[in-house]
């Protein structure tokens, strides 16, 4: 069933892409720290992802894509989840800017991050505590040392977050924080799509 539901994301992100003229021939993924979307340590990733999608959806400025949240579980890593398709490992990670964070999977899961972050508006936090982010995921891109309990848990124990800030590892690996506060989540996807304007 889920197969179904990502897929039919899929195809309503290519037609809408075409009708918006964005160029479906040349893949770019986008990573968007949506720090208004404000979730606890029991989002569950099933919301997450939903939460990545319906905020991509509302904003004209995020290219059209399937959207999912950067959290690893005890089952899949959120490295694995994104790039499940080997075709998307060479894909560049861009910011709603259009500038390059990472030229392809493996500079993005070696920490060395060209720019910034940017939220949908072109905006970057001012301070860190302003830009913590669930991510759960090492550096690598699998599993951290904590993830609330598999993002089912709001108590009193930890989930790993990341600061959207640095351009160092920190960005996915900062430190454990407690699951019962309320942080932002990055909206990441492999498979979205180019301005034809911009080739």
């Known amino acids: 069933m889920k197969n179904l539901v990502i897929g039919a994301v899929s195809l309503l992100a290519l037609t809408i892409a075409n ?3 964005w160029n479906t021939e040349q893949k770019t993924g986008f990573l968007i720290p949506a720090l208004s979307v404000m979730a606890q340590g029991d989002i569950t990733v099933d919301i997450a992802d939903s939460k990545c999608q319906q905020y991509a959806g509302k904003h004209d400025e995020i290219p059209p894509g399937e959207y999912l949240a950067w959290l690893s579980t005890s089952s899949e890593s959120a490295a694995d989840r994104i790039f499940s398709q080997a075709a998307n490992d060479g894909v560049p ?3 709603v800017a259009g500038d390059v964070i990472a030229a392809n999977k493996r500079q993005l899961l070696d920490g060395n991050i060209g ?3 940017l939220d949908y508006d072109g905006t970057s ?3 860190q505590e ?3 982010v669930w991510t759960g995921t090492k550096t690598d891109g699998t599993l951290g040392t904590s993830n609330c309990e598999d993002w089912t ?3 009193e124990i930890f989930g790993v977050a ?3 800030i640095w351009h160092t590892n920190t960005w996915t690996d900062f430190n454990q ?3 019962y506060e309320s942080f932002g989540l990055y909206c990441i996807s492999a498979d979205t799509y180019t301005p034809r304007d911009t080739l």
């Open 19 to 21: 009708a918006c003229g």
């Open 115 to 117: 720019n910034l972050f």
């Open 93 to 95: 990670i861009k910011n």
């Open 125 to 127: 936090p001012d301070t």
């Open 162 to 164: 990341g600061v959207a």
């Open 153 to 155: 848990s709001a108590k």
């Open 177 to 179: 924080l407690y699951c």
């Open 130 to 132: 302003e830009s913590y």
